[in-house]
């Protein structure tokens, strides 16, 4: 296949028909290829002509991106509570282990990496208020 891709010529402008444009398009939505591999597949040298094409010949809305939500998932609310639950004892799981490696650190290694935080203002604030 290789030597298959080394021998295609690069296409011209000029030579991009209607039905070679509607052609890639298709074959782009229906999924066979990605816009990058139809470039490379056809030999065709701008990097933003089959995005062109997708935009002006294809069925796809390329006016507004689509926003993907949780609302459209077929999640029931008992379901989502519990999905949420794992999660969060997940995170705690985690930041326990993180903490414990902080402590850990710092014992053997003599580091300081959790800020100690003061109620008190300190002397050079007050000064300037």
Sequence with gaps: MEKRDRNREKRTQRDY???FKLGIVSRIEKG???????????GIQGRSTVLVWLRKYGN???SKPII????Q???TPAEKIKRLEKELADEKLKTRVLNMMIDISDKQYGTQI??????KQSENSKKKN
């Design 32 to 42: 066979e290829f990605t816009y990058k591999q139809a470039q490379k597949h056809y």
């Design 73 to 75: 998932s077929k999640e």
């Design 17 to 19: 028909t209607m039905s």
């Design 68 to 71: 993907h939500t949780m609302s």
């Design 114 to 119: 959790r800020k100690k935080f003061t109620p």
């Design 60 to 62: 796809l809305d390329w």
